[in-house]
């Protein structure tokens, strides 16, 4: 009979998961293309995209900001146990251009890694839900590229 | 003919799940004005043209489509319906979802140019097919034009 039960809990095993983006995605590799005093705004759009917002800065120039945020979503479980987790990461960076467009400095950014668990069981029928979040801190914010 | 109650209610319950399950998801119309831009396939000065379209297809018919651009909602479509705004010449993101979770594609776009792109269900992630031009427009033409959208152009190019 348990092992029955077993192989009946093995069958209907599964599980699922979604990885997704919001927001512009960028890599190092369309980072290393911006270059101080070279990059024009018009280069900016073609390598990241619309920027987030935009804000006027002092002397006429513009402060350019992008965000990317990744997220990983998974499920899976056997009968009487159900683990679902969601681990999220947003990644930034701020561009300041010119009054003649021309990027003067920017800065990339990474937020922590925010993990999200949740746990169901039915021991007696009843579901219980336990739910966990831990955060990883891996860059503080408005760290300087090497340029 | 006798009918009791009992076979009028299982009557009414098959209607009810008939008309359930043929359902599609409907999106309010665009205004005329709308129309008339999207129809004339010239974006304005120094922006590009973006038309998403959903064709029919059964799979999901029931449901609007939320199509994301960049960090904006673009719309909701129907089943033969699309959306069409001016966009910003450069690098852009297009995701379907709430979320933007069932799937991204990435274009670049040049000025005085349309870019088209039809979606479609899967279950890999895959949603966004760029068209011709000749296919876009002629989908354009059938179809009815989403006016359920809010995107608004960031900042003039």
């Known amino acids: ?147 | 003919m006798k009918i009791n109650v009992r076979t009028l209610k299982t009557i009414a319950l098959a209607v009810g799940l008939a008309v359930f399950v043929v359902s599609c998801a409907s999106v309010p119309d665009a205004s005329p004005e709308q129309k008339q831009q999207a129809l004339s396939f010239s974006p304005p000065p120094n922006m590009a043209g973006l038309y998403v379209i959903r064709p029919y297809h059964i799979a999901g018919s029931a449901v609007s489509w939320v199509v994301k651009l960049d960090y904006q909602d673009f719309g909701s479509l129907g089943t033969s319906s699309y959306l069409y705004s001016a966009v910003l010449p450069g690098k852009h993101f297009i995701r379907m979802g709430v979320n933007g979770d069932y799937g991204m594609e990435t274009f670049v776009a040049e000025a005085g140019k349309n870019y088209y792109f039809t979606m479609k269900p899967s279950l890999s992630g895959h949603i966004f097919d760029q068209i011709s031009e000749t296919e876009g427009q002629q989908d354009v033409r059938d179809f009815k034009m989403s006016g359920a959208s809010s995107y608004k152009v960031p900042f003039n190019p």
Not at chain 1, 57 to 71: M, T, V
């Open chain 1, 1 to 147: 009979m348990p092992i029955a039960f077993l192989g009946l809990c093995l069958s209907l095993w599964g599980c699922a998961w979604n990885h997704y983006t919001e927001g512009s995605v960028f890599d190092a590799s369309d980072v290393n293309q911006i270059v101080k005093g070279k990059t024009t705004t018009t280069d900016l759009m073609n390598i990241l995209g619309t920027p987030y917002s935009k804000t006027p800065i002092a002397d006429g120039g513009e402060q350019w900001f992008y965000f990317c945020s990744s997220n990983l979503d998974t499920a899976g479980g056997v009968p009487t146990l159900m683990v679902g987790s969601s681990t999220k990461q947003q990644k930034n960076i701020t561009i300041l251009v010119n009054e003649d467009k021309i990027v003067m400095d920017y800065k990339l950014g990474e937020g922590p890694i925010i993990k999200t668990t949740e746990e169901v069981t039915w021991p007696l029928g009843i579901p219980i839900v336990i739910g966990t979040q831990t955060t990883t801190n891996s860059k503080p914010e408005g760290v300087s590229p090497k340029n």
